[in-house]
């Protein structure tokens, strides 16, 4: 089926900004709460939040198979679980409802007060109930720099990570949306030269500068999914920050890897752009020596040419971008992480998300954390009010950004943005 919803020359009879990340051609799916205190699926176009269920309600989406509560819910889940063709049918019908050529809604002024609101007047929620949540650690560059600062230079990469996606099991329930306000964690930590450690605060909070994919069903227990079927259970990205305490994680990891240096906070993207929206930005990924396993090959381009930024904001003061870096600079495709993670049999559910692990590009302002940036803290990075950072301070605002571009069109993610506050 046609993806019609990402024709370039399409123009909306809503008002979109050029340097809009949620132009007509976007039409990502997330959920909100209006200021009547209703919880429901919606998706966004320019400054505006649009009702689907509402849509729904008006029978807008007449001749799609879908229940007649499928958008009047908390959560994408259900949605999800309806697989591609309900995707893509939905996304190119609200394409069609809101181009400029189709007076239907446009010239119904009782039905536009019932869909579409301005995004001021609403309230962002998480876009998915997250049943489980995995992260990665597929960009060569990072897991290189962080390698040399903490064994050997010589042999920064573990001998395993060029034959498979590494990553771990992350918790899910602390998962939360942009804007939703965070403490600094507490945490056992060891301190330089001491041999007992402490409790206390996490004296190095760091962000990680990641995307998420989010799954639909795709695999029985037991059965594994193939390569060339993988990108078809995966609904759409998020940008996604893995806050990190540098100091938790160095004293916990060994020898099971991350815990509570992570799970304290880990903040996503509210709208889902599909991976339908993002299909005019696929480009090749790195070149894979050594060759994968047979399991884990495939032809094509896999990868997205997605520009990702870092910004960190003092309380009270302009923001500073710290890094710029690209979704291409990852080494495993997310085929090739879903392929690997059911590789055992282990089954994926509709709304589970996968992190990409922080992606790092190859030049010193392309690194996606605080750890690298300033190198463990021994060259700190100046800030436009004029102080310096390490890792983040309290009262400081980590976003993250993330957009697409072409001459003909910009697809985007909005902002990730979380504040960390003093720890309690
Ligand atoms: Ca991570």
Redesign the pocket.
């Known amino acids: 089926m046609k993806i019609t919803a990402n024709n370039p020359s399409r123009k909306s009879w809503l008002k979109v900004e050029i340097a809009s990340d949620f132009p007509i051609q976007n039409i990502p799916f997330g959920v909100f709460l209006t200021k009547e205190d209703v919880i429901t699926i919606g998706t966004r176009i320019g400054e505006y939040a649009i009702d689907l269920a509402a849509l729904h309600q008006l029978n807008y989406f007449e001749g799609i198979p879908l229940t007649d509560d499928i958008f009047m819910q908390n959560t994408l889940n259900d949605f999800i679980s309806d697989g591609r063709t309900t995707w893509r049918l939905v996304r190119n019908r609200i394409a069609d409802i809101f181009d400029e050529e189709n007076p239907k809604l446009k010239e119904n002024k009782k039905h536009r007060d019932k869909v579409i609101f301005n995004l001021s007047d609403v309230e962002v929620l998480l876009p998915v109930d997250i049943g489980d949540y995995t992260?990665f650690?597929s960009s060569k560059e990072h897991a290189t720099n962080v390698g040399t600062m903490f064994r050997d230079p010589e042999n920064a990469l573990f001998p395993n990570w060029s034959h498979l996606p590494v990553g771990y099991h992350g918790r899910s329930s602390s998962i939360v949306v942009s804007g939703t306000k965070l403490r600094r964690p507490k945490g056992q930590t060891l301190l330089p030269g001491e041999t007992q450690p402490v409790f206390g605060p996490s004296r190095l909070v760091d962000f990680?500068l990641?995307t998420a994919f989010i799954t639909t069903d795709a695999n029985k227990f037991g059965k594994s999914i193939d390569i060339n079927e993988a990108e078809d259970f995966i609904f759409g990205m998020v940008i996604f920050n893995?806050w990190?305490a540098r100091d938790i994680q160095k004293w916990e990891y060994v020898p099971l890897g991350?815990f509570l240096a992570?799970s304290f906070a880990s903040t996503i993207s509210p709208w889902i752009v599909t991976l339908d929206a993002l299909e005019p930005f696929r480009v090749a990924g790195p070149k894979q020596n050594p060759e994968p396993l047979p399991y884990l090959q495939l032809e094509g381009n896999h990868s997205f040419n997605i520009n990702l930024q870092a910004a960190i904001k003092p309380k009270k003061q302009t923001e500073t971008i710290v890094s710029n870096s690209n979704f291409k600079y990852m080494y495993w495709s997310m085929a090739q992480q879903l392929t690997h993670q059911t590789s055992n049999g282990c089954n994926v559910r509709s709304g589970d998300m996968y992190?990409s692990?922080?992606i790092s590009g190859p030049t010193k302002d392309s690194y996606g954390s605080m750890l690298e940036l300033t190198w463990r803290g021994e060259n700190p990075i100046k800030m436009s009010d004029g102080t310096e950072r390490k890792f983040i301070n309290d009262g400081d605002t980590v976003i993250l950004r993330g957009f697409c571009e072409n001459d003909k069109v910009r697809i985007g993610f909005g902002e990730c943005k979380g504040r960390i506050r003093k720890a309690k």
């Open positions: 992260d650690y990680e990641e893995d990190s991350p992570k992190g692990g922080t």
